[in-house]
C-alpha cells in the first residue's frame, strides 16, 4: 500500500496536478525559454534538480527550523542550490546558459518551488518528498520539453539545430514570439482537459479554476 501511495505522489506531478497545466504557476519562466527544446529541456531539468535537493533538506530538517523564520531558511537553500546549478551550466554548458539568461538564477523564486516545500516538503517525511519532487520535475520538464518542441519546428522549421521540416518550409516567425509562446501552451491547456475529460466522463467537474483553487499564483 505504502508504495502505491508514493506512486500516487508522483504521478500527481506529472499529470493530475501538474504544475504548469493544472495549477498554472511558474509559467514566467516556462513562456520565456521554451522557443528552443534545448532551452526548455534544460530549464526543466535545473528546476527538478533544485526542487529535489531543496525539499530533501527541507524535510531533513523541518522539525528543527523555527516557525518564525521558516521563509527565509527556505529560500536560503533554495537560492544555495539554484547557485549551484547556475555555476554548473556556466562552467560546463556555456550556450544553454547564456541562452537561458536570467532565468536559471530566477529559479530561487519560482512558485513551483515555494508552493512545495512550504506546502509539503516542510511537513513531510523524507520518503514522500522524493516522489513529489521527481514527480512535480518531470511533470514541469515534459511540458516545457513537448511546448518547445512545437515552437522551435514551426518557427524555425528545425529541432535542436537539425533540419526537420523541408527546405521549402516558409519558419512561421509567431511560433517563437511571445504571443506563439501563449498560443501553444493554451493549445496544451486545452488538450489536457480534453483528455481528462474523455477518461473521466462528464460527470467529472474537475476544471482549472477547481484544479488551481488551492495553488498560488504567480511566475
Known amino acids: 500500500m505504502k508504495s502505491r501511495q508514493l506512486f500516487t505522489i508522483f504521478t500527481n506531478g506529472i499529470v ?8 498554472m504557476i511558474g509559467l514566467c519562466s516556462a513562456l520565456a525559454v521554451t522557443t528552443a527544446v534545448a532551452n526548455g529541456i534544460g530549464m526543466g531539468l535545473s528546476m527538478t534538480f533544485v526542487l529535489l535537493m531543496s525539499e530533501l533538506v527541507i524535510s531533513i530538517f523541518r522539525k528543527l ?15 544555495a542550490f539554484t547557485t549551484v546549478i547556475d555555476y554548473v551550466l556556466r562552467a560546463w554548458f556555456p ?6 539568461g536570467v532565468f536559471i538564477p530566477l529559479i530561487v523564486v519560482n512558485c513551483i518551488i515555494m508552493g512545495r516545500v512550504e506546502g509539503f516538503a516542510s511537513k513531510q517525511p523524507l520518503i514522500k518528498v522524493i516522489p513529489d519532487a521527481l514527480g512535480m520535475g518531470l511533470g514541469y520538464t515534459w511540458v516545457l520539453a513537448g511546448i518547445s518542441l512545437v515552437r522551435e519546428l514551426l518557427g524555425s522549421g528545425a529541432i535542436l539545430g537539425f533540419q526537420v521540416l523541408p527546405d521549402s518550409y516558409q519558419p512561421i516567425l509567431f511560433f517563437i514570439l511571445p504571443p506563439g509562446g501563449f498560443f501553444v501552451f493554451a493549445l496544451f491547456i486545452a488538450l489536457n482537459f480534453f483528455i481528462k475529460s474523455r477518461l473521466k466522463g462528464p460527470g467529472d467537474s474537475t476544471g482549472p479554476v477547481a484544479a488551481g483553487a488551492h495553488s498560488h499564483h504567480g511566475g
Open 95 to 100: 550556450d544553454l546558459s547564456k541562452a537561458m
Open 65 to 79: 527550523i523555527p516557525e518564525s523564520v521558516r521563509i527565509p531558511v527556505f529560500i536560503i537553500i533554495i537560492a
Open 16 to 23: 493530475r496536478e501538474n504544475p504548469l497545466l493544472m495549477l
